[in-house]
C-alpha cells in the first residue's frame, strides 16, 4: 500500500512481483482545489495504471477510510504530504489499520539528505506510532527513507555523520519508449 502516488513509479516497479498492490493520492479535484496545474494533475497514475495490477484510491490520508480497505498489507510507503501533522496521521492509521505482525512500514524523505534528517518528519513518524516500536525504526543508510522493520536487524548503528559509505548499489536500467 502506497499513500502519495503521483505518477505511480513505485507502485509499477513492485506490481510485477506482488499479488496486488494499492496505492492512495489525492483526487483530480483535490489537486485542482490546491492550485495544481492541469499538467500535473493528467499525470497522475502514469505508470502506475498502465500495469493493470494496481488499485487506485483517491481522496487525503487525513479522511480516507484505512479500516474500510478490510485489509492488511505486508509493505506500507508512505510519501504523501511531509509535514508533522500529515506524516503523524498518516501512522497512525497505517499501524492502526492495515499493519499486521510482520509488516514493514517505509517512510520516504524522512531526511533531506543520507545524513541529514528532517526532523518534522521524524518527530511525525515516532509520535505516530506506539513508543515500543520505536525500537524498531530505522534510518536507511544511503538513502533519505527511515523504515519500521519487525524483525530483527543485525547491522544497525548510530548515523555518524560525515560517514564514508560503505556500500554501493548496483542497478541495472532499461529503457523503452512510452
Not at 513492485?14 to 483535490?30: F, G, M, Q, R
Not at 512500514?105 to 511525525?124: M, Q, S
Request: charged share 20%.
Amino acid at each position: 500500500f502506497e499513500i502519495g502516488t503521483w505518477r505511480g513509479e513505485s507502485a509499477a516497479n513492485l506490481a510485477d512481483v506482488t499479488e496486488e498492490c494499492h496505492t492512495l493520492n489525492l483526487s483530480d479535484d483535490e489537486m485542482r482545489s490546491l492550485g495544481w496545474s492541469e499538467k500535473y494533475i493528467g499525470l497522475q497514475g502514469f505508470f502506475s495504471k498502465k500495469t493493470g495490477k494496481v488499485v487506485q484510491h483517491h481522496g487525503h490520508s487525513s479522511q480516507f477510510n484505512f479500516q474500510g480497505l478490510n485489509h492488511q498489507f505486508d509493505l506500507v510507503f508512505i510519501d504523501g504530504d511531509h509535514h508533522y501533522e500529515s506524516v503523524k496521521n498518516d501512522t497512525e492509521k497505517v499501524f492502526k489499520h492495515i499493519c499486521h505482525e510482520k509488516t514493514m512500514v517505509v517512510w520516504h524523505d524522512a531526511a533531506f539528505t543520507p545524513e541529514k534528517l528532517r526532523h518534522e518528519v521524524i518527530a511525525g513518524i515516532l509520535d505516530g506510532t506506539a513508543p515500543a516500536l520505536h525500537q524498531k525504526i530505522y534510518h536507511v543508510s544511503n538513502s533519505q527513507c527511515a523504515i519500521y522493520y519487525p524483525g530483527a536487524l543485525n547491522e544497525s548503528k548510530w548515523l555518524a555523520a560525515p560517514e564514508e559509505p560503505q556500500w554501493q548499489f548496483d542497478v541495472k536500467l532499461g529503457f523503452k519508449n512510452l
